[in-house]
């Protein structure tokens, strides 16, 4: 059974940063691409951020494009969502996901394509 514990989230000021940690139990990590996505508030759970298995290729949400690197070490079993410039807008929970399948643009921005989440860490961002 993969495990999937996210960490780090919090409330801060808008302007402010914050990194998020997500730890994957199991051997097999180095071979998921690896996602966030968050869920504000009355809204649809929304992609943030993928990664290839070996951190070289990424792919970005427009809104949050030259704000937030996501990236990855294989040897922790563990990949990152480091946030800058944080707008009261990023308020939400924060979702990491794997994915067992190959890191195209049709498959990583969709929810359903990923096999393995954790339960979530809370972002509020304060204007």
Same mark, same amino acid.
């Given at each position: 059974?993969?495990?999937?514990?996210? *960490?780090?989230?919090?409330?801060?000021?808008?302007?402010?940063?914050?990194?998020?940690?997500?730890?994957?139990?199991?051997?097999?990590?180095? *071979?998921?691409?690896?996602?966030?996505?968050?869920?504000?508030?009355?809204?649809?759970?929304?992609?943030?951020?993928?990664?290839?298995?070996?951190?070289?290729?990424?792919?970005?949400?427009?809104?949050?494009?030259?704000?937030?690197?996501?990236?990855?070490?294989?040897?922790?079993?563990?990949?990152?969502?480091?946030?800058?410039?944080?707008?009261?807008?990023?308020?939400?929970?924060?979702?990491?996901?794997?994915?067992?399948?190959?890191?195209?643009? *049709?498959?990583?921005?969709?929810?359903?394509?990923?096999?393995?989440?954790?339960?979530?860490?809370?972002?509020?961002?304060?204007?």
């Amino acid at each position: 059974q993969v495990q999937v514990v996210e *960490s780090g989230g919090g409330l801060v000021q808008a302007g402010d940063s914050l990194r998020l940690s997500c730890a994957v139990s199991g051997r097999t990590f180095s *071979s998921y691409v690896m996602g966030w996505f968050r869920q504000a508030p009355g809204k649809e759970r929304e992609f943030v951020a993928a990664t290839n298995w070996n951190g070289g290729s990424t792919y970005y949400a427009d809104s949050v494009k030259g704000r937030f690197t996501i990236s990855r070490d294989n040897a922790k079993n563990t990949v990152y969502l480091q946030m800058n410039s944080l707008k009261p807008e990023d308020t939400a929970v924060y979702y990491c996901a794997a994915r067992k399948g190959s890191f195209t643009s *049709s498959t990583m921005i969709f929810q359903y394509q990923y096999n393995y989440w954790g339960q979530g860490t809370q972002v509020t961002v304060s204007s």
